[in-house]
């Protein structure tokens, strides 16, 4: 297991944020890290840490797990590198209420406001600061990008790295309908309709389960950082059509719900890279492709990286740090998009 660098200054945070949907103020939990020894002039810049998927339910956030979430060889190497990080539960992991999954633009916001509690906590930090993620966090990180100047404008932002992001998985709708979902994408689907039926009450649990489904909703719901093996025995259980709506009207009620949370949203702040994997089965490689064209279509400036042979939980990701760091730098890449 990877461990902090020695001297490596961190706390468990409470800070506030907002929920895009209601644009109430929410508490939200996190841990924040600051290397050891002398900032450099102008102070440690900072990396937002957008965690995958791990669950909705309170006590499903990385600050709780004994390695972050899975998070800890990232932060490790972030701030061996000289960052200050922060690592955001998200809304509703690490406090009570309901966590909107897949809202990326709620996770966005959760993301920019760990930044202000990483400023909060130490005094020697920069205002520059840029946004990391994968899968759940990939599009929190995205999101983050697209919110930033608007939301934060004392910050400076730099760039923002998306591994295999879930920037727009309204494909699931129509694919639990005709019965292909993938193994791996039964918790995806399962986790948003819970999330939902929490939230807004034109979702009713029973109009998308049944079979194993539901004789297994309890254990499909639960916290993937305590019940991941037991959550997966579920998911192979799960029969081809045990998920989907009964009829088109459900369906359109789930699929307005996940188109709302789609990105991209509005044009970025700063240059994105977004790095996919083309045997992910998770999220639909052609999906990214997809967020990506609209989002050059909006004026992003994006990199786009397709890596062969690597699925969802096995991209290079340095591919992304590095792309950072040249920004961090002031030498930034040559910009592409798409």
């Known amino acids: 297991m990877a461990l902090l660098p020695p001297g490596t200054r961190g706390f468990l945070v409470s800070y506030l944020s907002n929920d895009a949907n209601t644009d109430g103020r929410t508490v939200v939990t996190g841990s924040v890290f600051a290397p050891s020894g002398p900032a450099p002039q102008g102070g440690w810049p900072i990396v937002a840490v957008g965690h995958g998927s791990s669950g ?3 006590g499903c956030g990385p600050s709780t ?59 020697a930090t920069s205002t520059r600061w840029a946004a990391v993620g994968g899968s759940q966090g990939g599009a929190a990180a995205w999101a983050a990008n697209e919110e930033a100047s608007a939301y934060a404008p004392e910050l400076e932002l730099i760039g923002s790295a998306s591994l295999a992001p879930a920037a727009d998985l309204t494909g699931l709708v129509g694919d639990a309908d005709a019965g292909r979902l993938t193994t791996e994408q039964v918790p995806l689907y399962v986790w948003f309709v819970e999330s939902m ?13 049944r079979g194993n489904a539901a004789r297994d909703w309890k254990v499909l719901t639960s916290c993937a950082l305590s019940a991941a093996s037991t959550r997966v025995a579920a998911a192979e259980r799960v029969g081809k059509f045990d998920l989907g ?24 702040t700063a240059p994105m890279i977004v790095i996919v994997g083309d045997l992910d089965r998770y999220v639909d490689p052609d999906s990214t492709r997809r967020a990506v064209a609209r989002a050059c279509a909006l004026g992003d400036s994006l990199t786009f990286v397709q890596q062969s042979g690597r699925g969802h939980t096995n991209l290079d990701g340095a591919v992304g740090t590095d792309f950072l760091a040249k920004l961090f730098a002031n030498s930034p ?3 592409s998009c798409g």
Do not use: K
């Open 56 to 58: 909705i339910d309170h």
């Open 245 to 268: 709506a009964v009829d088109p009207a459900a369906s359109r009620v789930l699929l307005d719900h996940l188109a709302h949370f789609t990105l991209p949203r509005v044009r970025a």
């Open 65 to 123: 797990g004994p390695d972050f979430g899975g998070e800890l060889t990232t932060v490790s190497a972030l701030v061996r590198a000289g960052y200050a990080v922060g690592l955001s539960d998200y809304q509703g992991l690490g406090t009570a209420g309901v966590h909107p999954y897949l809202d990326a633009t709620t996770a966005g916001y959760n993301l920019i406001d760990s930044v202000r509690a990483v400023r909060a906590t130490f005094s």
């Open 333 to 335: 890449p040559p910009m």
């Open 197 to 209: 039926a929490r939230t807004f009450t034109d979702v009713n649990r029973d109009a998308y389960r």
